[in-house]
């Protein structure tokens, strides 16, 4: 007789007999530039903790006070009873990081992509994305009834043939990733920007792997391109630079935010973020303003990490991001190189198909602001020592 479970398990066999099955490893420590896993210590390169304020102190003293003063949970949507004042100061205080008109909060960036399309879009309009966009605009796109154009990675020339056969759509909207998670690539938004204004069409920059510090301010690409009063639409996270805990936002025109206010299903059918999310949201605001140093470590962090593996003959994806892919091909022998390193004291990931294309299997490392100089040093160290096991291990 027929079962799911069957099919299921069958399925589940095939993930693993491919190498592409994902364990996860539990921490034993709060999240960091050092963790703990089963007891071991390691030096954690795999985090989204760019500034390194998972666990600062002003962060975790804002989340107690909050939790003191605001309560634990909204227990609602936020057009029913679930706004405070925090959340309203949150949205002022983004809009004004960022260079816009209005903000509006989600439960993650995932919702804040997964709202935007269908409220905006219908059968009469066309959106162009970029093809290594994130999985949540992906999935945010299927939900709109628009015509659908997917241009090469930063590929200026394709997008604006796409923008000329869209030419008739009543609304046009290029979406692109500000970051390129997989790689570490920045969009070129300036040129964005310009072929959209050429065609009249609306731009929106999912900006989560940039937001806090990128751009003199940290105000991510739009600020770093020089372009935020071109970009009609922002979204981002607070689950990574900005603390790493949860929580999304658009940030835009005053009428684009105030439409999804009224129309956009995760917005309205979604609990309201937690207090105490809030209220780190905004220390992790004032530690970005107040400590430009942090920005500079990340950045010389990345610099030194990037030198002293090309001096040592890793293939590393070019750029200046603290996202710095180290490219190994096979997806086996990443995964392999990942357990070694994690053995030397190193916590990585890594990546293959699906994720990154067949053959560019990779050890995607990120740096924080939170590593200092001797842990870079030791993080190059344990690639060579990890490199040289799997020599030994081939022979």
């Excluded at 995932?110 to 879009?121: H, I, K, R, S, W």
């Excluded at 966009?133 to 945010?140: E, P, Q, T, V, Y």
């Excluded at 299927?142 to 604006?160: C, I, Q, V």
């Amino acid at each position: 007789m027929y079962t799911i479970a069957d099919d299921v398990r069958a399925e589940l066999a095939e993930i693993r007999a491919a190498g592409l099955y994902k364990d996860e490893r539990v921490l034993d420590s709060p999240q960091s530039a050092r963790v703990s896993v089963g007891g071991a210590e390691l030096l954690n390169f795999c985090a989204n903790n760019y500034l390194g304020l998972a666990d600062h102190p002003a962060l975790l003293a804002a989340a107690e006070e909050a939790l003191a003063k605001w309560g634990f949970g909204m227990a609602s949507v936020r057009f029913i009873c679930g706004t405070q004042a925090p959340h309203k100061e949150l949205e002022r205080r983004l809009s004004r990081f960022l260079g816009t008109d209005d903000t509006i909060l989600y439960s993650s960036c995932f919702d804040a992509n997964g709202g935007v399309f269908e409220t905006l879009l219908d059968d009469r309009d066309a959106v162009i994305s970029d093809e290594l966009n994130h999985a949540s605009i992906i999935d945010g796109i299927r939900l709109s009834k628009a015509r659908r154009g997917r241009y090469r990675n930063r590929d200026m020339a394709d997008l604006e043939r796409l923008l000329q056969e869209n030419a008739d759509a009543r609304r046009k909207l290029v979406v692109t990733d500000g970051v390129f998670s997989m790689d570490g690539y920045l969009a070129p938004l300036d040129e964005i920007c310009a072929l959209a204004e050429k065609y009249g069409a609306l731009v929106m920059v999912d900006d989560s792997h940039a937001v806090g510090f990128t751009g003199p301010t940290g105000a991510g690409t739009p600020d770093l391109f020089g372009v935020s009063d071109r970009v009609d639409v922002v979204t981002g996270t607070l689950g990574k630079a900005l603390g790493g805990a949860s929580g999304g936002y658009v940030s835009g025109r005053a009428e684009i935010v105030e439409l999804l206010r009224q129309r956009s299903r995760p917005y309205l059918f979604s609990n309201s973020l937690a207090p105490s999310i809030v209220a780190a949201s905004l220390a992790a605001l004032d530690l970005v303003a107040a400590q430009p140093e942090l920005r500079k470590r990340l950045r010389d962090n990345s610099a030194l990490f990037r030198r002293r593996m090309a001096e040592e003959g890793f293939d590393l994806l070019p750029g200046e991001h603290p996202i710095i892919p180290v490219m190994i091909g096979d997806a086996a022998e990443a995964a392999q190189m990942a357990d070694l390193l994690l053995a030397e004291g190193v916590y990585v990931i890594g990546f293959s198909y699906p994720v990154v294309p067949v053959g560019k299997a990779r050890i995607r490392t990120q740096m924080s602001a939170a590593h200092r100089t001797d842990d870079v040093e030791r993080a190059v160290s344990a690639f060579v020592a990890a490199r040289e096991r799997m020599g030994t291990i081939a022979q």
